[in-house]
């Protein structure tokens, strides 16, 4: 089962207390982009088979949304930040670094 500790009550929720939001740091393209960018926005998504970065909101707690940094292929979870970032926090991105040998972060513009 997976369980995250929510950055902002401290509660360590199991999956039942929480809804999945998709992928986090999505570039988002609005008025003023043309259609490949808004369409890849909508719906391109990354996938991986590894470490990956994911929105959940805190349901049944205190309803906040949260991000979540965890392995897809082992389970792990490597840590929880808050929603307000536009990229992981380097701590997290050091101790990802030290769990996963060449795994490499990706350009989030
Ligand atoms: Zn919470």
Known sequence: MLILQCPYCGVMADESELSAGGEAHLKRFGPGSDDAEFQAYL?????????????WR??????????????????????????????????LRKKISAAVPGWRWRDFA
Do not use: D, I, M
């Open 58 to 91: 805190h349901s049944y707690g205190c309803g906040k949304w949260f991000h979540a940094a965890r392995n897809t292929a082992t389970l792990e979870v490597y840590g929880t930040y808050f929603a307000q970032v536009t990229e992981p926090p380097a701590e």
């Open 43 to 55: 719906f391109q998504r990354e996938n991986p088979k590894g470490v990956h970065f994911e929105r």
